[in-house]
């Protein structure tokens, strides 16, 4: 089990097969999720896709995720929390100025993203939206949107197949309000299929 400290990322290679489980082992806290194909990294994960082909905004246990060349990344297996979001793009130093009106340095998970997907040779301009694990994003019958604290516990997790081979970032989700206000550690393990 690899642990991501608050407010920071990690990015990792996997084979098809094999399965990534995610835990917030504290619980109330997002993990940003961010997929590119290991031998093109022109494919990536895609939000438009995957709300389109699995026909919902809400993508649990028994969804796929899609990549922008409509291909199948990666299979929900299983997810004890079942609330995520595929909506909202990943929080950046724009975000806390727009946002949040904060002027000063901020960790975000954009930030977070591309830094450790650096050595894959993936640039801030690759970043697509991401998959936000745990994230509790509701929205009212006029489609304003909120950003409720997460509903996840320590013992909940989320459990996926790759169906390519993939690089992975993930993040320690650095946004005050996706996390209810606190900033927390995510945990990660690849189970090979090896």
Same mark, same amino acid.
């Given at each position: 089990?690899?642990?991501?400290?608050?407010?920071?990322?990690?990015? *990792?290679? @996997?084979?098809?097969?094999?399965?990534?489980?995610?835990?917030?082992?504290?619980?109330?806290?997002?993990?940003?999720?961010?997929?590119?194909?290991?031998?093109?990294?022109?494919?990536?994960?895609?939000?438009?896709?995957?709300?389109? #082909? =699995?026909?919902?905004? *809400?993508?649990?246990?028994?969804? $796929?995720?899609?990549?922008?060349?409509?291909?199948?990344?990666? =299979?929900?297996?299983?997810?004890?929390?079942?609330?995520?979001?595929?909506?909202?793009?990943?929080?950046?130093?724009?975000?806390?100025?727009?946002?949040?009106? +904060?002027?000063?340095?901020?960790?975000?998970?954009?930030?977070?993203?591309?830094?450790?997907?650096?050595?894959?040779?993936?640039?801030?301009?690759?970043?697509?939206?991401? #998959?936000?694990? #745990?994230? +509790?994003?509701? #929205?009212? +019958?006029?489609?304003?949107?909120?950003?409720?604290?997460?509903?996840?516990?320590?013992?909940?997790?989320?459990? $996926?197949?790759?169906?390519?081979?993939? @690089?992975?970032?993930?993040?320690?989700?650095?946004?005050?309000?996706?996390?209810?206000?606190? $900033?927390?550690?995510?945990?990660?393990?690849?189970?090979?299929?090896?």
């Amino acid at each position: 089990m690899e642990t991501i400290a608050k407010q920071s990322g990690a990015s *990792l290679s @996997i084979n098809k097969g094999d399965r990534l489980k995610v835990t917030a082992p504290k619980g109330e806290q997002v993990s940003d999720m961010v997929l590119f194909n290991k031998d093109d990294i022109r494919e990536k994960i895609s939000s438009g896709k995957t709300l389109d #082909f =699995e026909e919902s905004i *809400l993508i649990s246990k028994g969804n $796929f995720l899609w990549s922008n060349r409509s291909r199948k990344m990666m =299979e929900i297996l299983e997810d004890t929390n079942g609330r995520n979001d595929f909506l909202l793009a990943p929080c950046s130093p724009e975000t806390f100025e727009i946002m949040y009106n +904060n002027k000063e340095y901020h960790p975000s998970c954009f930030e977070n993203l591309y830094t450790n997907l650096a050595k894959y040779d993936i640039t801030p301009d690759d970043i697509p939206t991401a #998959f936000n694990i #745990f994230m +509790n994003v509701q #929205f009212d +019958n006029k489609g304003k949107i909120s950003v409720d604290p997460p509903l996840n516990s320590g013992q909940d997790y989320i459990l $996926f197949e790759a169906k390519m081979d993939l @690089i992975v970032g993930l993040t320690a989700c650095s946004a005050e309000d996706s996390n209810g206000g606190s $900033f927390k550690e995510i945990q990660f393990e690849v189970l090979s299929s090896n």
